[in-house]
């Protein structure tokens, strides 16, 4: 009985194998090489704006508050300094799909890089009135990203 049933395993892989072609199977798209950062970033943000919530909820003091912050702020400098050493790591092509696969997700333009174009330093979060004096793509008080026309 085991004989069998091992023999028709082997000849199930067997067919299998010789019968199943590449080509009929479904393509997959390859996984973006930062993929997991990207998901790191967006979990980092969202830990921003739990912090914020909880401060406003008055949950956190102001000294906490500002060392989460803080700490997440530099966490999500050392991911986006990950992101640029890994697209730039990359092959042009695949740097440029990947760029355009990051960008498409993106609906407008960020208010951070309207603003350096026109020389302009200082951005001002539209959600919660935070100025910061360097561009940037998203707010560092409530996490939300800075879309939209420049102010």
């Given at each position: 009985?085991?004989?069998?049933?091992s023999?028709?395993v082997?000849?199930?892989v067997?067919?299998y194998?010789?019968?199943?072609?590449?080509?009929?199977?479904?393509?997959?798209e390859?996984?973006?090489p930062?993929?997991?950062?990207?998901e790191?970033k967006?979990?980092?943000f969202?830990?921003?704006?739990?912090?914020?919530?909880?401060f406003?909820?008055?949950k956190?003091?102001?000294e906490?508050?500002?060392?989460?912050?803080?700490?997440?702020?530099?966490?999500l400098?050392?991911?986006?300094?990950?992101?640029?050493?890994?697209?730039?790591?990359l092959?042009?092509s695949?740097?440029?799909?990947?760029?355009?696969?990051?960008?498409?997700?993106?609906k407008?333009?960020?208010?951070a890089?309207?603003?350096?174009?026109?020389?302009?330093?200082?951005?001002?979060?539209?959600h919660?009135?935070?100025?910061?004096?360097?561009?940037?793509?998203?707010c560092g008080?409530?996490?939300?990203?800075?879309?939209?026309?420049?102010?």
């Open positions: 009985m085991i004989v069998a049933s023999i028709a082997v000849v199930i067997l067919l194998v010789l019968l199943i072609r590449h080509s009929d199977l479904p393509y997959v390859p996984v973006s930062v993929a997991h950062l990207d790191r967006a979990a980092i969202e830990n921003i704006r739990d912090s914020n919530f909880e406003l909820m008055g956190l003091s102001a906490d508050y500002q060392q989460t912050k803080n700490d997440l702020q530099k966490e400098a050392s991911v986006n300094a990950e992101i640029e050493s890994v697209l730039a790591a092959s042009p695949d740097a440029g799909q990947s760029g355009a696969r990051r960008k498409a997700t993106t407008t333009e960020p208010v890089l309207a603003a350096a174009a026109n020389g302009n330093s200082a951005v001002v979060c539209p919660c009135n935070a100025t910061f004096a360097r561009p940037m793509r998203f008080e409530c996490g939300k990203p800075l879309e939209g026309e420049a102010q």
